[in-house]
């Protein structure tokens, strides 16, 4: 098999065991009212160490795989994910992309930016928004939080599962370095 | 050349979406579909596993603990012996009655038992899957009751899972009544702030009747519309102030925070192949 769809598959299947442990974790949450979301870590390393066209379909592979089990219309996660993508993407040459820390932070600002389009789409749909701002922020902290907790190991995992198929990201030369 | 590199994301993602827009609504929902039920595995052995887990947590317990269990069991089996035969009786009742006066029947339910998968309670929607899909013939639109009351509704059904729409979701709308009055109120779930139970606004609500939160009224499903059977409790409604027009109040209701704990649930699948909803799967 060739490299790029390895590459693909790997992070995909990296991707569906974050989303079942958070699931889990949200499932275990529920009687407190609180709900994380790691849509950030999916997004980071495909759009910092992958080509483009590899990257672009592993995120958009990885939304569609979270809209099945959402009421949402079909497509709308992979639509987000893929407008992230293409914002990160863009930027990662002034980065010092290979660095963890770097990844990290990229993935906090990716789920603070999906938190405000998403309060800025549907918030005012909610019959009271002040609580569904208080109970969103509350959502923003845990989620961040865990993405800063759970984001090394899982872009570790990310790593090595690219190693195990083969498949590792092709080496760039760091201007930081 | 440089401006074009820096755009090229975007441009592939536009053909990207160019492309799904084209592709056939059957081929996105048979995508949908197949997604869905490669990760409806993974809820169902998580919740087997908590099952397991439940089970050798039991297994702990001395013996003295599971005797006296098996008593209080006991004593509970033969007080809903009792209320099965006095059950018995009044639907003889009600069925004589009915054919008495020529009154339409209420709408006949098998109630069907379903362990909770999994919990998913966001800001945007609040769902409950459920271990029991169209291999236990449950229909979209069935009446879902737990312990508390009413739960929700039927939205999906899968091949052995279902999902429910709760009554906290901000989609739910249904006809509820206070207890004691038949005059119907609007329900609308939606308000689930952190750390705190689900509450619901009401809306439509007669001039003279009274909540506050010292003295909360209870809420319970009007029978209205067919889905949800008449009598099933909703929540508490601790607030009421009169709505701008002056002709009627409006309020909030407290949900059972039990909802949000829930581990098993009862489906109330309709006997009435005209009471079924066609499926809502989007």
């Known amino acids: 098999m060739p490299v790029a769809p390895r590459q693909v598959l790997a992070l995909f299947v990296c991707a569906a065991v974050l989303w079942a442990i958070v699931n889990q974790l949200n499932h275990y949450a529920s009687p407190w009212a609180l709900t994380v979301s790691v849509a950030g870590l999916f997004v980071t390393l495909p759009a910092l160490r992958l080509p483009l066209r590899t990257g672009l379909a592993c995120v958009l592979l990885t939304g569609l795989w979270l809209d099945a089990a959402s009421p949402l219309p079909f497509g709308r996660h992979a639509l987000l994910l893929g407008l992230a993508f293409c914002f990160v993407h863009r930027i990662r040459d002034r ?7 770097v990844a990290v932070v990229v993935a906090l600002f990716v789920n603070l930016a999906l938190f405000v389009v998403l309060a800025f789409l ?37 790593t090595a599962s690219l190693r195990l198929v083969g498949a590792p990201p092709a080496q760039i030369v760091s201007r930081y370095a | 050349m440089r401006r074009f590199d820096q755009a090229r994301p975007f441009l592939t993602l536009g053909l990207v979406l160019l492309a799904w ?45 599971l005797v006296a269990a098996a008593r209080d069991l006991q004593r509970l089996n033969a007080s809903y012996e009792l209320r099965l035969q006095d059950d018995a009786r009044l639907r003889a009742e009600i069925t004589r009655l009915e054919g008495l006066l020529r009154l339409p029947s209420y ?7 379903a362990r909770v998968v999994r919990r998913d309670f966001t800001v945007w929607w609040q769902r409950l899957v459920v271990r029991k899909g169209n291999n236990h013939n449950i229909r979209v639109g069935s009446p879902v009751i737990y312990v508390g009351g009413l739960v929700g509704r039927v939205s999906e059904v899968h091949a052995t899972t279902a999902v429910i729409e709760l009554i906290s979701s901000p989609g739910v709308r249904l006809a509820a009544a206070f207890e ?9 779930g939606g308000i689930n702030p952190p750390m705190r139970p689900a509450e619901a606004v009401i809306e439509f609500v007669p001039l003279d009747v009274f909540a506050t939160p010292a003295a909360p009224r209870r809420l319970v499903t009007s029978g209205i519309g067919g889905v949800y059977p008449p009598g099933l409790h909703v929540g508490e409604v601790y607030q009421l102030e009169p709505s701008t027009d002056g002709l009627f ?10 909802l949000g704990r829930i581990t098993e649930v009862t489906i109330l699948v309709p006997l009435d192949p005209a009471f079924f909803v066609p499926s809502a799967t989007p």
């Open chain 2, 107 to 113: 709408p006949e339910f098998r109630p069907e038992p």
């Open chain 2, 249 to 258: 109040k409006s309020g909030r209701a407290r949900l059972d925070p039990r």
């Open chain 1, 122 to 158: 549907d918030l005012g749909s909610l019959p009271d928004p002040a609580a569904g701002g208080l109970r969103l922020l509350a959502d923003l902290l845990l989620t961040q939080l865990l993405t800063v907790l759970v984001g090394p190991w899982f872009l570790a995992l990310q």
């Open chain 2, 21 to 65: 827009l084209l592709v056939p609504t059957v081929v996105k929902r048979f995508a949908r579909l197949s997604f869905y039920e490669f990760q409806a595995p993974l809820d169902v052995a998580a919740s087997y596993g908590r099952d397991l887990q439940d089970f050798w947590a039991v297994r702990t317990r001395s013996n003295a603990e």
């Open chain 1, 95 to 101: 980065l010092p992309r290979t660095e963890t820390i």
């Open chain 2, 180 to 188: 004691g009055d038949d005059r119907p109120v609007s329900f609308q």
